[in-house]
């Protein structure tokens, strides 16, 4: 975890990679209250008896779970103290590169591209990657917009 007090420190990290999240397990429990909270029940989420038959031989995690998990992952990677709040923004730009089996074990890294002062506070910019552990290819790239407000 890196700490940064307040927002000039965290400028001075533009352009760096912050670090990893911890790895987190992505349960078949959790694709199937994913499903339930979006209605989102395509078998390839849920039924993994026809999945096994499937592309992946498994059950695969929906890509917007993937994503619901850049929040709490991130928050493992870094902390602005002396801010009154931070909010989330936005994305400018989300893609799904390789699926993430049930079972697997995912982790963030997370690297700072912008700090903008801005009318409401600092526009923070970061590419957040997510990786399945011993995948080629990272599950989902993400660049997220907050909005930290001193």
């Known amino acids: 975890m890196r700490t940064f007090q307040g927002i000039a420190e965290l400028e001075q990290a533009v352009g760096t990679h912050l670090g990893y999240s911890d790895w987190h397990e992505v349960t078949q429990a959790q694709i199937d209250t994913f499903a339930d909270a979006t209605g989102d029940h395509q078998w390839i989420h849920v039924d ?20 619901s998990l850049v929040p709490m992952l991130v928050w493992e990677v870094y902390v602005v103290e002396g801010i009154r709040m931070g909010v989330n923004y936005g994305a400018n730009k ?5 699926p993430v089996p049930v079972g697997s074990k ?14 409401g506070g600092y526009q923070v910019v970061a590419r957040v990657t997510i990786e399945a552990e011993g995948a080629a290819k990272p599950a989902c790239v993400v660049e997220t917009v907050s909005v930290l407000v001193p």
């Open 48 to 67: 993994p008896e026809k999945a096994a038959a499937g592309p992946f031989g498994t059950t695969i995690a929906h890509g917007y779970l993937t994503l």
């Open 94 to 98: 989300v893609r799904f590169p390789a």
């Open 106 to 119: 995912v982790r963030a890294g997370v690297e700072l591209l912008s700090v903008t002062p801005g009318s």
